[in-house]
């Protein structure tokens, strides 16, 4: 039976939570535990999917067809344990599992409150998998005060104090901040925080305090006595050089030790920490630079695009360089010509997206990486952008565009070389969608099979033509053009098993031009890079000899 350990936070939001939750999972995994980490959040959306990336950073997918909190991407990154749907919940789907039962009456006319009915549905949500692994980490978003929070710290309280004692620990994450006219780290507002869980049940067991600094023993004993936590379960964490670091420097300051402890696990199993050790490696001994633009919509936030800035860092650290990515807005080749600006790159990358803006600048950007013979990588939107880019230029379709730009034009202003897909098999099931469909999860989504074309390059890449990837799309390449496309040049090396599906395109008189309809970075990790990411940076590498 697993052993909880309940991360909420403290002082101020943004203090690095699930890092600190992800770090702590790979540091119990090289203790030699199993772990899974889970996410609940307090919004009322019913899940991040219809959540625009400007606000909420970018939507992770996993497997199984959820969209998920970008949370989820650093725990996967971590752990290398393929996230689930149950792996994250908000309020808003509590909420409305919560109204959908009472709907149907299975609460048999009693009155529905926020204790017992909520809490219960988020206690059973945290229950689930229970048996399956040695610890189970469960991540409270916002932070301790939050009006919609409450519910779920109401639920943790419930929830530990049902379980056997010392099955379930709290680990509290907060800001010390720095007063430089005094020169001090100042404790007040980790008491006040701390004093704010109390009042509502819950005392931490550990304090993880964001500081510049290290902490010095005078105010790391003040926080023990205030806090009523022991002085070795006060962690320091300071700002790191890369997120990759943080494992080995949580290790450093003792914290899976403190979690061990606090569980009195003992003797501690000795962790192998050669996984951290060679990432870190890979990172600070890393030779040259490669320079890859991103040309994109969501430019100004980097979490829009997190999960593809980390598999490029990926890319990097298989072929011991780093990668300097930069977010080019794509709206800008449409009023200049993209050369001045991606001459400097040695890749390009075309991301995914929704709706029809920047996608002209987007196809100039294909058309520039095709014509120049430079480095193309393009996912999902990117993909289809790259074909329609071939269409135009390489077939007599002058006009060839995506349904998705037509859908919101209203009347028809491009031939749909990618048209919305209606109907697909998932499984052993046949899939339907109309066009006025609710927005909320009913794209193409998680894990698809795929069969890559003997002798091409993907099937090069990843060694096997056999493949599953995660999608998120509503559109599709037509295959109706696929033979004109592939007498120009363009193979599409990878269908859906089916064939009806495109999946993989590439330009076989090109140095490296893959467009793929599925999002490889979600599977990357610093330990494992994704082959695709990593042989496009080998590609890059190989341009930056060039010029
Ligand atoms: N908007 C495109 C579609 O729905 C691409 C989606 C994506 O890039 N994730 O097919």
């Known amino acids: 039976m697993a052993r909880f350990i309940f991360i909420t936070g403290g002082v101020v939001s943004s203090l690095g939570k699930g890092l600190a939750s992800a770090a702590l999972g790979a540091l119990l995994q090289a ?45 996967e990154r971590f752990t290398g344990v393929a996230a689930r749907a149950t792996d994250s919940v908000s309020s808003g789907r509590i909420y409305s599992n919560v109204l ?17 009915h909520v809490t219960d549905e988020i206690k059973d949500f945290i229950r689930i998998g229970e048996e399956e692994v040695d610890f189970m980490l ?6 301790v005060g939050d009006i919609e929070g409450l519910p779920f710290f109401e639920a943790i309280r419930q929830f530990a104090q049902e379980k056997e004692r010392g099955q379930c ?28 869980l109390r009042s509502i049940g819950i005392a931490p067991d550990i304090l ?3 500081a510049e600094g290290p902490i010095p023993q005078k105010e790391r004993e003040k926080l023990a006595l205030f806090c009523n936590v022991r002085p070795e379960a006060v962690i320091a964490a300071q700002d790191l050089a890369t ?50 633009a991103i040309v994109g919509k969501y430019t100004d936030l980097e979490d829009a695009y997190k999960s593809i800035a980390e598999a490029l860092t990926h890319g990097g650290m298989a072929n011991r360089v780093r990668v300097k990515a930069e ?22 990358l ?75 098999v998932q499984g052993n099931e046949k899939v339907t969608r109309t066009p006025t469909d609710a927005k909320g999860g009913t794209m193409r989504l998680g894990a698809y099979d795929a069969h890559l074309k003997e002798g091409s390059r993907v099937a090069q890449i990843y060694g096997t033509t056999r493949i599953d990837e995660r999608h998120r799309h509503r559109y599709e390449v037509d295959i109706r053009y696929r033979a004109a496309l592939e007498e120009q040049g363009l193979v599409f090396s990878g269908m859906s098993p089916d064939g009806r599906l495109p999946e993989i395109v590439e330009h076989a008189d090109h140095p490296w031009f893959i467009g793929v309809q599925f999002h490889p970075e979600l599977k990357s990790k610093p330990f494992a890079p994704h082959p695709l990411f990593a042989d496009f940076i080998r590609a890059a590498v190989e341009m930056s000899r060039l010029v």
């Open 243 to 292: 997120i990759y670091e943080a494992p080995l420097a949580y290790h450093r300051e003792g914290l899976d030790q403190a979690v061990l402890d606090a569980f009195r696990i003992s003797p501690a199993p000795r962790p192998d920490l050669s996984r951290w050790e060679d990432v870190a490696d890979r990172i600070h001994r890393a030779e040259g630079e490669v320079r890859v």
């Open 31 to 75: 203790r030699g535990f199993t772990v899974r980490l889970r996410k609940l959040d307090p919004y009322l959306n019913v899940d991040p999917g219809t959540m625009s990336p400007f606000e909420h950073g970018e939507v992770f997918v996993t497997d199984d067809g959820a969209e998920t909190d970008l949370d989820l991407g650093h725990y």
């Open 208 to 210: 993880v305090c964001r």
């Open 100 to 116: 959908e039962k009472e709907r149907r009456g299975d609460y048999l006319g009693k009155t529905i409150q926020v204790i017992p």
């Open 350 to 424: 075309v991301p995914g997206g929704f709706g029809e803006r920047g996608t002209e600048g987007k196809i100039r950007a294909a058309e520039f990486a095709r014509t120049r013979k430079v480095p193309y990588f393009g996912i999902c939107l990117g993909m289809q952008m790259a074909v329609i880019e071939a269409a135009r230029h390489l077939t007599d379709v002058a006009d060839a565009g995506s349904e998705e730009f037509d859908h919101e034009a209203g009347g028809r202003r491009f031939t749909p070389v990618v048209y919305h897909l209606r109907e697909w």
């Open 138 to 143: 469960c991540e409270i978003g916002g932070t």
């Open 327 to 348: 977010w080019i807005d794509a709206e800008i080749f449409e009023r200049e010509d993209p050369a001045p600006h991606l001459e400097r790159f040695h890749a390009i």
């Open 169 to 196: 620990i709290f680990m509290h994450l907060t800001l010390l901040p720095w007063i430089k006219a005094s020169g001090e780290l100042k404790t007040k507002p980790t008491q006040h925080s701390v004093k704010e």
